[in-house]
């Protein structure tokens, strides 16, 4: 089993920053391909970013390029969501979610992020 547990999330003004933080334990974190999803009130889960196990290539949805970035942290086994010129349509519960080689998926609680005045 994989254990994730986000944090960060908050309340933050429009054009402000957040950074979201998720730390996966149970399993070897190298190996593991991270990912973050958010789920908008009334809307489904969407894939934000995917980073993979390597750190390598990346894969930004187009809502959020050149405004959010993920890196990895090996000597922590963490995982980040930096979040630059947030706006109200970035509002949602946001998901970590690690994949394992062979594909077996895991995803943490969620961290509510609130975009607002």
């Known amino acids: 089993q994989v254990q994730l547990v986000e944090s960060g999330g908050g309340l933050v003004q429009p054009g402000g920053s957040l950074r979201l933080s998720c730390a996966a334990s149970g399993f070897s974190f190298s190996r593991l391909a991270m990912s973050w999803y958010r789920q908008a009130p009334g809307k489904e889960r969407e894939l934000v970013v995917a980073?993979?196990?390597?750190?390598?290539?990346?894969n930004y949805a187009d809502s959020v390029k050149d405004r959010f970035t993920v890196f990895r942290d090996e000597t922590k086994n963490t995982v980040y969501l930096q979040m630059n010129s947030l706006k109200p349509e970035d509002t949602a519960v946001y998901y970590c979610n690690a994949r394992k080689p062979w594909g077996t998926r895991y995803w943490g609680k969620g961290t509510l992020v609130t975009v607002s005045s």
């Open positions: 980073i993979s196990s390597t750190g390598g290539p990346t």
